[in-house]
């Protein structure tokens, strides 16, 4: 099918709680398509199609035909349009994505979201994302083959995995070596030195492999031509090379050429160049090369005379993969329905699950990209920690028999607050017998959205016989109120598919109520979106309700991973379900408090995912957010994540930051008040605005404190809003047992500046089991031998897949640095290895600091050397501070003088 490659014209309609496209006018009926001229019915069939293709890879959605039928008898679709939409997905059962309904002349297909576990007989075969024609020719005896989506999957597959193996060595040597015979030796080989043929000559050779015979058109032969390249070159370049004869009968296989006068023979080498260089190439490896071809056009003579021209094209087996134009492929960007590039749709096809192999021992995958939606991504827990199934069952439970209301304390404070809320819901909930109806101040915030004023609350109801419905709840009426809801329930959605990676039927539909002042009563200000989907919509069983409840814990719990810097591709990872507890608090209630966070309990990761929260929850930039912390180090870190404006408590002190309105501060435990009394300063600076003062979130553990004066927090009895982070979660076993035991030295003899009643959060204090690590403790070196330790065991670590920005080097004091630094970087010379301090965490490179200026931060390998500090009062926290910073491997090495 000739489909175009541009974007399209289809736009999406923005009024329902899902992608909906409207294609127009559309014949529908076998026999009123049959009447339809080819070109008509030819350009209906491209618009649904682009639609149906963009859907599937988008996330699923509605395609919204009016029928050009001057009747509304029910039609239906016809065989035409059945037979693209099966091609399209490569199956003889539309039902598996397709849904049809017709509402008076109104005629609607339902799409659901494609899935790459559509070919579960061979789970090595699953191309990411629907496709209607790949563009990918290949050889095959002396046939041209156009590649399916799991022929081209394979071809790419394979062309990935042997540049992965050639690595830097010229791919175009090691496939010459591969591929002699198929030119070098080619009988075609001394035809294509040849300068000149005869009129009817006969070739001494046939079609093969490697060989093709085209025979030059009567008229349009610059255009024929080029069909014949588009097509012929890319699959000789992707199967071993080989010659195009043009101008050669393929059955007769005599020389029959284009007469002079049809041809001009330097424009047609032109031509010929122009449109091999056009096509599309993708590259795996290094190379940036081009089609290698060589064109002769050679005389063809008649009696000795010239009559014309032919034409021989060798080319050469390519390294990665050549397309004859980009490939038929369509998604949603926006409000538009656009054709992917080549490389947008090689890199979608091909994406996959990272290479995890040096972790998988330490994350557990919770959602793969080998069975989930296009636009889903990775989705790994910590091992020893809860799993989505887990987290749901705890956070989400579907009881059995009833409706059940969470969270509960949620539910009791606004029945208590608003007279009439609880009657008005529970009216609304009569019709449903089994399920769970969630509650949020906004539903909009928890998805990153803007909050609207005005909402008492949004409730998402996942019940059983029933479409998931978002339900919001205004203080009176409000002409906005269904947009809110219905971009809402339209992002759950979205999000419930291409980030929680639920890959059955979904809608969202949305309830829009409010309640009156005068009455309480309940007043419908809008009922969304008017299709009626499919039965099969619906949830059928606690089976299906739970699945979809797995996928919004993936949405609401998943941050993006900071290994995600290190692959080079986004990965999510999951919150705790004492982390989400947290951080669902509503803003407006809890504008200062104290989170007293064990190490490696997630406290970064916290402060991070508030302060996206605060920009929803008060519709403020980036600009109007402080964070605070106490070293260049996590400040910089935290900086380049352009969430917030990011400053040092010295910084901090020294300017009047009139924009601020929000401040959040971590490793306040290691806060000074040399400078003057910060946390006064930051509480004065929040509540400015009297009527709404701003958030002040302080994160701390007193465990982890490096120094002995007083830290200008307010005493511990005075804290007066607390919650704790006791769920640990980065450490592997043998590094978190050792700083178990570290702190509870610390516990028997605190240093005089840390409030002992602070410590008892070690009571509470859960570990996650199950990572397997390294923990070694060296003694008595020298510091040559110190050096050699770190070096030679960098060396063996490398060989085994770590890099050096796995890697950080921590010593006591800032002045112990740059003693090392020269040492260690002619220890390493050999591996061409970079030191830079914490500065640059994002470097491949490894990091040398202090332990006090990698506060806050972490790498999978820490080798602290001779953590000993002036205030021996609080080397037990050093200590901690430093064997918290390791996810995988820790290596202290004392030196001789402790």
């Known amino acids: 099918m000739n489909m175009e490659k541009h974007n399209s014209s289809l736009v999406v309609e923005l009024l329902y709680p899902d992608l909906v496209i409207n294609v127009g006018e559309v014949t529908l009926g076998e026999g009123n398509r049959n009447k339809l001229q080819k070109s008509q019915r030819e350009q209906e069939k491209v618009k649904v199609i682009q639609a149906a293709c963009a859907l599937l890879n988008s996330g699923g959605g509605v395609i919204r035909l009016e029928m050009a039928n001057k009747d509304e008898r029910p039609m239906e679709m016809g065989l035409d349009l059945e037979q693209s939409l099966r091609a399209l997905i490569q199956s003889s059962d539309l039902q598996t994505f397709f849904e049809t309904k017709q509402q008076r002349r109104c005629f609607y297909i339902f799409v659901k979201s494609w899935s790459s576990d559509l070919f579960p007989e061979d789970s090595s075969v699953r191309p990411r994302i629907c496709s209607l024609e790949t563009s990918l020719y290949c050889r095959s005896g002396t046939s041209v083959l156009l590649m399916d989506s799991r022929e081209a999957f394979s071809f790419l597959k394979t062309k990935k995995r042997d540049a992965k193996i050639l690595g830097k060595e010229p791919s175009g040597k090691v496939l010459k070596v591969r591929h002699q015979n198929s030119y070098n030796s080619n009988p075609a080989d001394p035809i294509f030195q040849k300068d000149q043929l005869e009129y009817g000559e006969i070739l001494p050779f046939p079609e093969s492999q490697f060989i093709e015979f085209k025979q030059f058109s009567t008229k349009h032969i610059q255009q024929r031509v080029k069909d014949i390249i588009s097509v012929y070159i890319p699959a000789f370049a992707n199967t071993g090379g080989g010659y195009l004869f043009i101008g050669v009968d393929d059955k007769s296989k005599k020389v029959l050429g284009c007469a002079k006068e049809n041809v001009d023979r330097d424009s047609l080498t032109e031509k010929i160049e122009k449109a091999i260089y056009e096509l599309p190439c993708v590259h795996f490896c290094q190379s940036q090369c081009q089609v290698n071809f060589k064109v002769r056009i050679l005389d063809v003579l008649a009696r000795g005379e010239l009559y014309g021209y032919a034409c021989v094209i060798r080319v050469k087996p390519f390294c990665c993969a050549v397309f004859s134009e980009t490939p038929s492929s369509w998604m949603v960007k926006g409000k538009n329905v656009c054709s992917l590039t080549t490389k947008e749709w090689v890199d979608m096809m091909m994406d996959s699950d990272p290479d995890l192999q040096w972790l998988c021992k330490d994350f557990e995958s919770q959602l793969s990209l080998s069975s989930g939606p296009p636009l889903s991504r990775p989705v790994y827990a910590k091992k020893g920690l809860e799993h989505k199934k887990d987290l749901q069952q705890l956070l989400f439970p579907v009881p059995p028999g009833h409706l059940q209301y969470t969270p509960e304390s949620l539910w009791k404070e606004l029945s208590a607050q608003h007279e009439g809320l609880e009657e008005l819901i529970e009216k609304q909930m009569r019709p449903f017998s089994q399920g769970i109806l969630i509650l949020s101040g906004s539903w909009a915030v928890d998805l990153n959205l803007q909050e609207k004023q005005g909402v008492i609350c949004d409730a998402l109801l996942i019940a059983q016989n029933s479409t998931p419905i978002l339900c919001t709840i205004l203080r009176e009426k409000d002409a906005d109120g269904q947009c809110y809801c219905t971009r809402t329930a339209f992002t759950v959605k979205q999000k419930l598919v291409n980030m929680g990676g639920y890959t059955g039927k979904l809608c969202v539909r949305t309830k829009v109520l409010h309640l009156s002042p005068e009455s309480h009563a309940e007043s419908l200000a809008g009922s969304g979106s008017s299709i009626d989907y499919p039965g099969s919509y619906n949830l059928a069983d606690t089976q299906q309700m739970e699945a979809l409840l797995q996928s919004l814990v993936i949405v609401l719990l998943s941050f993006r991973s900071f290994l995600s810097d290190q692959l080079g591709c986004e990965v999510l990872n999951l919150l705790t379900a004492q982390q989400y507890e947290i951080f669902s608090k ?57 969430i917030c404006q990011a400053v040092t408590r010295k910084t901090f002190m020294k300017h009047n930051l009139e924009k601020i309105q929000h401040i959040i501060i971590e490793e306040a435990q290691n806060f000074r008040t040399e400078d003057g009394e910060w946390y006064e300063k930051a509480k004065t600076i929040t509540q400015r605005q009297k009527n709404s003062p701003g958030i002040l979130w302080i994160f701390l553990d007193y465990f982890q404190t490096s120094h002995v004066v007083h830290s200008g927090l307010p005493p511990f009895s005075a804290q007066l809003s607390k919650e704790e982070l006791t769920r640990v979660v980065r450490n592997a076993d043998p590094i978190a047992n050792y700083v178990q035991e570290v702190m509870q030295v610390i516990i028997k003899n605190p240093p005089l500046n840390i409030p002992h009643e602070s410590l008892e959060i070690l009571l509470e204090a859960e570990w996650a089991q199950g990572v397997q690590g390294t923990l070694k403790i060296k003694k008595n070196l020298t510091l040559e031998q110190t050096v050699t330790y770190v070096a030679e065991t960098c060396n063996r670590l490398f060989e085994r897949g770590y890099s050096p920005k796995d890697v950080a080097v921590l010593v006591s004091t800032t002045e112990y640095v740059e003693r090392y630094k020269h040492e260690l970087l002619r220890a390493l010379r050999k591996k061409r290895v970079q030191l830079s301090d914490a500065c640059d965490m994002l470097g491949d490179h490894m990091v040398l600091d202090s332990v006090r200026r990698f506060s806050g931060l972490e790498r999978n390998i820490v080798f602290g050397i001779h953590p000993r500090t002036p205030e021996s009062a609080i080397l037990r926290n050093i200590l901690v501070c430093l064997a918290s910073r390791a996810k995988q491997r820790l290596y202290i090495l004392w030196h001789g003088d402790c």
Do not use: V, W
């Not at 803003?587 to 190490?599: M, Q, T, V």
């Not at 109007?624 to 900086?639: A, G, T, V, W």
């Open 586 to 642: 509503n803003l407006r209630k809890n504008r200062e408090l104290f989170i007293h966070g064990l190490p490696g309990s997630g406290k970064t990761i916290m402060a991070m995912k508030i302060t996206e929260k605060i920009r929803n929850t008060f519709h403020c930039e980036a600009d109007k957010i402080l964070y605070i912390c106490e070293n260049q180090p996590l400040r910089n870190f935290i900086s380049n994540k352009n």
